[in-house]
């Protein structure tokens, strides 16, 4: 099994709610707390598991917003694991997660410096790497419905922008997702071969916006030139 | 990259403690100017050792959970932080039996075997704990053959400028001292100038287009989604100003170099002791200058994430 997330860069909206239904499920997980500092000071950060970021793709008038959450990869070639002097990173052979034995790590960070997608925090509070578990503790539980045993985020996700499944079976829903709708992964040259594949927004025809100027007729020159005249 | 403190004097300090000991380990086997006298070899070997230690002990301080630390030896097969441990510590009975056998006079064959093993662990080491940065795929400034040779030919060239210092002391003929001096304070220049020209060119790299798979069109941060820092702002975020930089890559490349050369011509030309010491103090305030710049230059690809347009 090689589980991970496929997000859906053309639904999702930015709400970060996936981040924190996260933080919510993980703060009592098996790697919590996440400790925040200054929750409510002047300069309040955290440990998270997932980060939303916002970027603006194209040039105006062909751009667009595109919001982009971003978890633990559960790479293939997981460098961060490899670095690990401690053995307290590791990968689960059976489907694949990343995870950090809290009893092992010492916080030496090497294994931050390893991830390129910023996956790994130091808990300031307990003195270890945390990291996404892939709600381990949540996907394999025997006692929750079927249908909720997937990531707190996915379940939370309010635009069903994440998907949860296996990559090694051909037939799941997020194989065949990422065929049709060309999945990819980010910074492939680096070669850690993420699990995690994002879908790219689908193609739309832009909206036409009202900037055409020189079509704008007598009244329309007549207004641009009081506008030019009148100091505002 | 946050240059860390205690990491800057652990690298500085042991490696400059491994150089001066496979050094004086060098200049024992092959009575460099005649043979140094007996106890100046065993107190350098001493100084050699505590430099190494102390080195790296303060390389824990920078850990967040330092009772695991023991766990760090167990990983050798794939880490090469853990390498550097395991080989760190290996060196010590090997050159502590060197000094043993050199201060009781006994068996000059094991003597020098000890040694030997001492001296190559001391190279490992050097090499590994060079290796932790230059393995790295997600920095592209270390990501380099030039890093293990800059690490051990600048840890060969302090340690050395203490075993110069040493036999002007000891009052041994000064001339292979300073030609050994010379050779390394050369290589050791040229393989930090060949870096520092080498990272001004890294040519194509990770850019914020493979970072979010938005290759074809131009792609600009709008949020980076935190409301303060991040662990990931504070390790990484720190950017170096151009100017900072390129003032401290002139001042280390004088301090560690220049000042150096031209003191050791007028120490040697006055026989002063003072001079000397003032060229050591001068390299290892060029080498902490030389080290703060490797990790704040070093740029990570995680920056891509926060707006950084290429790493």
Redesign the interface.
């Known amino acids: 099994m090689r589980l991970g997330l496929v997000i859906d860069l053309d639904v999702c909206v930015g709400c970060?709610a996936c981040a924190v239904s996260c933080k919510q499920w993980n703060a009592s997980g098996t790697t919590g707390p996440l400790t925040d500092y200054?929750p409510f000071g002047a300069?309040?950060?955290g440990?998270?598991f997932n980060?939303?970021?916002?970027?603006?793709?194209?040039?105006y008038p062909n751009n667009k917003?595109?919001n982009?959450p971003?978890s633990c990869m559960h790479c293939e070639d997981a460098?961060c694991?490899?670095?690990?002097?401690?053995?307290?990173s590791y990968k689960r052979a059976e489907d694949g997660i990343v995870l950090v034995d809290q009893?092992?790590?010492?916080?030496?960070?090497?294994c931050?410096?390893?991830?390129?997608?910023?996956a790994r925090?130091?808990d300031?509070e307990?003195?270890?790497m945390k990291k996404c578990t892939l709600c381990v503790d949540r996907i394999y539980d025997q006692a929750i419905p079927e249908a909720e045993r997937q990531p707190s985020c996915v379940l939370t996700c309010p635009a069903h922008a994440r998907m949860f499944g296996d990559f090694d079976d051909p037939n799941s829903e997020v194989s065949k997702v990422v065929r049709e709708r060309e999945g990819?992964?980010?910074?492939?040259?680096?070669?850690?071969n993420p699990t995690n594949h994002?879908l790219?927004p689908r193609k739309h025809k832009p909206i036409p916006t009202d900037i055409g100027a020189d079509k704008a007729g007598l009244a329309g020159k007549l207004k641009q030139f009081v506008n030019r005249m009148v100091k505002r | 990259m946050h240059p860390a403190f205690s990491v800057i004097f652990f690298t500085v300090l042991s490696g400059a403690g491994f150089g001066l000991f496979a050094l004086i380990y060098l200049a024992d086997l092959f009575k460099l100017g005649g043979g140094l006298p007996g106890a100046y070899v065993f107190w350098t070997g001493v100084l050699a050792i505590v430099m190494v230690g102390v080195g790296l002990l303060s390389s824990t301080f920078?850990?967040?959970?330092?009772?695991?630390?023991w766990?760090?030896f167990?990983?050798w097969r794939?880490?090469?932080?853990?390498r550097e441990?395991v080989l760190s510590v290996a060196f010590y009975p090997f050159a502590l039996a060197y000094l043993a056998l050199y201060w009781l006079e006994l068996w000059p064959a094991a003597r020098h075997f000890a040694g030997a093993i001492a001296t190559l662990l001391a190279w490992l080491t050097i090499f590994s704990t060079a290796m932790?940065y230059a393995?790295?795929?997600?920095?592209r400034h270390w990501n380099t053959p030039l890093v293990p040779a800059a690490y051990l030919s600048l840890g060969h060239f302090s340690g050395g400028m203490i075993l110069l210092v040493v036999a002007m002391m000891a009052g041994v003929q000064a001339l292979p001292f300073v030609l050994l001096s010379l050779f390394q304070l050369f290589v050791a220049a040229f393989v930090k100038a060949i870096y520092y020209y080498w990272i001004g060119r890294l040519g194509a790299?990770?850019t914020?287009n493979?970072?979010?798979?938005?290759t074809r069109?131009?792609?600009?941060?709008?949020?980076?989604?935190?409301?303060?820092?991040?662990?990931?702002t504070q390790?990484?975020g720190y950017i170096v100003p151009k100017l900072t930089a390129v003032s401290l890559r002139l001042i280390s490349m004088l301090l560690a170099f220049a000042v150096p050369l031209v003191l050791l011509y007028f120490a040697l030309e006055y026989h002063s002791l003072a001079l000397g010491i003032a060229a050591l103090v001068s390299v290892f305030a060029g080498l902490v200058a030389e080290r703060w710049l490797f990790f704040a230059e070093a740029r990570?690809?995680?920056n891509l994430?926060h707006g950084a347009q290429r790493c």
């Open positions: 970060h200054q300069e309040p950060s440990v998270w980060r939303i970021r916002h970027f603006e793709v194209g040039t917003t595109v982009f971003m460098d694991v490899t670095v690990c002097p401690t053995g307290a009893d092992k790590c010492m916080g030496c960070n090497y931050s410096w390893a991830c390129p997608y910023g925090e130091l300031r307990s003195g270890t990819y992964v980010l910074m492939p040259e680096l070669g850690y994002y790219p | 920078h850990l967040a959970n330092p009772k695991n630390a766990r760090a167990t990983r794939t880490s090469w932080l853990s441990g932790i393995s790295l795929k997600t920095i790299g990770s914020i493979t970072a979010t798979g938005f069109a131009q792609v600009k941060l709008l949020d980076a989604g935190h409301t303060h820092g991040t662990f990931l390790e990484f990570h690809v995680v994430y």
